[in-house]
């Protein structure tokens, strides 16, 4: 089966094989930077964004050809919810072979969260609090073992959304990330994000990034290490002050960081930053499965149930 994360940055693939005791094989997984979500303060896709982002999509479904997938589940995320000519890429991607199914807030923010206790490395973790960094969204769960249910929140707040609102020199002036933290800090703000000793999880690419310019800079281990790899905020503190003072130019030639990523990578740091900060967590894991497993996992459980 294979599931593809249609999102405001990216479109993210994963093929995998499914045992019967729910467990997932990883076959293949790529993704590519589309900007579907860019320049959507006219709440409208822009048609390069789209052509960017169908070529993909047709490129993945030949992908999952050639692996001869027998299910293949595409979502869509913040910018297809945002935009009012959606209907015009979701007739388009129609026609490729692919119908995309747009998540609202709560059930993209529930996936993501599934993908990470879905996950041998976090599914006995007593409380985990999950933070998905999107290009147009932030997804925030607090998942308790225990608990009758979890608490979801879908902020309007993402590394590309932010970066264009906010972070507009290069380098960004010092009154624009100042400017960029307190627009974060008044997405938290309704949040009640008492940590209640949680252990935080990002997924996405944002901490995948993160992840790999840590481990690039020093001694903490090879890119094997960077599913479950730990990030105090000391060190996203360190890369945002890297980030703030490096023109885009040279940012995109930093060791560990995608190239394609170096001009929203702030953004997104700063997000992480304001999480831990408003949640009184001083690390946070990252996790490189995110919402497309979180897709996989679903059609799995759903698959038990039906049979």
């Known amino acids: 089966m294979a599931a593809i994360d249609v999102g405001s940055n990216t479109v993210k693939l994963v093929i995998a094989d499914a045992s019967r005791d729910g467990g997932l094989s990883p076959v293949l997984e790529a993704g590519a930077t ?63 072979g692919i119908d995309v199914r747009i998540l609202n807030g709560d059930e993209e923010a529930r996936l993501s969260a599934l993908a990470v206790r879905s996950d041998p490395k976090w599914r006995h973790a007593p409380s985990i609090l999950v933070v998905d960094v999107g290009g147009g969204s932030t997804e925030i769960i607090a998942d308790r073992i225990g608990a009758s249910e979890q608490t979801r929140a879908s902020l309007r707040v993402g590394g590309v959304r932010l970066t264009e609102e ?27 994000l008492v940590s209640d000793g949680a252990m935080a999880v990002g997924v996405g690419g944002t901490l995948t990034n993160l992840g790999g310019v840590c481990l690039a800079s020093g001694d903490a281990g090879s890119r094997d290490d960077l599913h479950g790899l730990v990030l ?29 990523r170096a001009d929203i990578i702030l953004a997104g740091a700063l997000i992480v930053e304001g999480v831990l900060a408003a949640a009184r967590l001083d690390a946070i894991a990252v996790s490189c499965r995110g919402l497309r497993w979180g897709v996989l996992y679903d059609l799995c459980e759903r698959g038990s149930a039906d049979e």
């Open 34 to 96: 589309t900007r579907l979500g860019e320049a959507m303060s006219s709440r409208r896709l822009s048609e390069e964004a789209m052509r960017r982002t169908l070529n993909v999509l047709h490129q993945c479904l030949a992908t999952c050809a050639e692996h001869g997938v027998a299910n293949v589940a595409a979502v869509g995320t913040s910018a297809l919810r945002d935009a009012g000519n959606r209907s015009t890429f979701l007739e388009r991607a129609r026609s490729i």
């Open 166 to 192: 906010r972070l507009v020199a290069d380098p960004p002036s010092r009154s624009e990330i100042e400017h960029a933290r307190e627009a974060v800090a008044s997405a938290l703000g309704p949040l009640s």
């Open 232 to 260: 105090p905020l000391a060190e996203i503190r360190r890369q945002i002050a890297m980030y703030a003072s490096t023109p885009l130019a040279s940012r995109r030639a930093i060791r560990g960081l995608d190239p394609a």
